[in-house]
């Protein structure tokens, strides 16, 4: 059953039965533990990691009634008033990829790694917010079924159901975040997971307000998987990447939504293999098509992205090794011990699944339509895009957030304008009645925050607040002093 069959009546009935097996859950788990459970999950410190001043935890959340199936999550309190600032939920990709390997140690956590040590990142996102990294679906990182059937045909329903159990869990560890407000961030294949798991959070609080939820921001997200793919073949032949004669091919032969279509069920024509053939030759292996800009990292063979892109694609941005580098560290033995975390029915933790059996077709169905139902609850949603990224360009998702605010009636009350980071443009940004936002990061790529820290935090930041960004160049380029 897709996840968009579920607004029928049969989905009232579910839901009703899970929100009273959740309470009661949850019910008994308070009564076995103690008031603040989630101080057995503290993180002590991290090999190799700097002095700070912030609570980290990390460990464990069952999903099933047996606890067979578990979701491993990292969690950096806001670095000053933790208390009294919003809670952040963030997912990355894939799908199947570690949020903790690519959001927490490669784009806004508070570290990343650097040979035997970690560095601090000075514009982590736990300067605004409390940040919470997920690794889900089960089978991704650290998460673990001891059930191995549980990794075969994993959809979006499924990752939908356990992400929003893990997040009432986790509120049992935390109570002291319960009434926070909420946002959930994530990017790529996020678009599906980060939609859909905010669509139970509305439902569920028809039945009881059990989350204050106040809005989503996905990066480069998959939305509509042909209006996202197929703007592919512009941006390569605007970027100078494939020539005339194979753009014209790519654009009436073979698109790429056909190509992936294909792959997802097993049987790639001879027509589309000519075509993507001819593509890759021309775009070359050398060239990251998450940062079409930017160097690449010849040691590595990874991506947060490989569902989206069935060529081998190498990885990304800035430090460009910083995936093997995140690979080595979150392998040894103590920092495994540090974060409270183990392997199970793995011999090695990998960005993304070897293990999980997603089902891809699940890519075609469409979520912008979940994000007009959210908006019509009155949720706040912002689209941004690294405009340097070939994969999920900012084009397909500037024309589907239009399209959007076009068939829900919303006006822009902020024109098309460039925004500033400093006295830099930081990208451009259009607003649609301060509930419907799309904003581009420039120089940035698929992940917007490891390629371009400074500016996605002053996106982030005016997110939160509500706030639109700035304007105007500012002298003071700089943030503040972290204490």
Not at 69 to 76: C, E, G
């Amino acid at each position: 059953m897709h996840f968009l069959q579920w607004t029928s009546s049969p989905m009232a009935v579910f839901m009703v039965l899970l929100l009273l097996l959740l309470l009661l859950d949850i019910f008994c788990l308070a009564a076995e533990t103690e008031s603040f459970p989630g101080l057995l999950d503290r993180v002590g410190r991290l090999p190799g990691q700097p002095e700070v001043g912030f609570g980290q935890y990390s460990g464990y959340v069952a999903v099933d009634g047996r606890k067979q199936r578990v979701l491993f999550y990292y969690f950096a309190e806001a670095e000053q008033d933790p208390t009294s600032k919003p809670l952040v939920l963030w997912l990355n990709g894939g799908p199947g990829c570690s949020s903790l390997g690519v959001g927490a140690f490669s784009e806004n956590g508070p570290f990343r790694p650097s040979g035997e040590a970690l560095v601090r990142n000075e514009y982590s996102w736990n300067r605004e917010a409390n940040m919470l990294y997920l690794e889900t679906p089960v089978g991704v990182g650290f998460s673990y079924s001891t059930d191995t059937s549980s990794y075969a045909s994993v959809n979006d329903r499924i990752t939908a159901r356990d992400n929003l159990i893990f997040l009432l869990r986790w509120f049992v560890k935390f109570p002291q975040y319960k009434n926070s407000s909420l946002f959930i961030t994530g990017e790529s294949y996020a678009g599906h997971y980060v939609p859909q798991l905010a669509d139970l959070m509305i439902q569920l609080n028809k039945k009881q307000k059990l989350f204050n939820l106040k809005g989503i921001a996905l990066g480069n997200p998959v939305l509509e998987f042909a209006t996202d793919f197929n703007s592919r073949a512009e941006f390569f032949w605007s970027h100078g990447l494939i020539s005339d004669s194979t753009y014209r091919m790519f654009t009436s032969v073979c698109n790429y939504s056909r190509y992936v279509s294909e792959y997802a069920r097993g049987s790639i024509s001879p027509l589309c293999s000519k075509v993507m053939a001819q593509v890759t030759r021309e775009t070359s292996k050398f060239v990251d098509n998450y940062d079409v800009t930017l160097d690449v990292c010849i040691s590595s063979v990874l991506s947060q992205s490989k569902r989206l892109s069935p060529q081998h694609v190498s990885t990304e941005t800035i430090d460009v090794c910083i995936e093997d580098e995140t690979v080595k560290y979150l392998n040894r033995v103590d920092v495994q011990r540090a974060l409270h975390a183990r392997l199970v029915g793995v011999r090695r933790w990998f960005v993304c699944s070897n293990v999980l059996d997603y089902e891809l077709l699940d890519m075609e169905i469409p979520t912008i339509t979940i994000l007009g139902k959210l908006i019509r609850a009155g949720i706040p949603v912002l689209v941004y895009s690294g405009d340097q990224d070939s994969v999920i360009p900012l084009t397909g998702s500037r024309t589907l957030v239009h399209g959007l605010a076009k068939e829900l009636g919303l006006n822009a009350t902020i024109p098309y304008r460039v925004w500033f980071e400093g006295q830099q443009v930081g990208g451009w940004t259009q607003v649609y009645e301060n509930i419907l936002s799309f904003a581009t990061v420039r120089g940035a790529s698929h992940e917007a925050p490891f390629s371009q820290p400074e500016r996605s935090l002053v996106l982030f930041r005016a997110f939160l607040h509500a706030q639109p960004l700035p304007e105007a160049f500012s002298t003071n380029s700089k943030l503040p002093p972290r204490y």
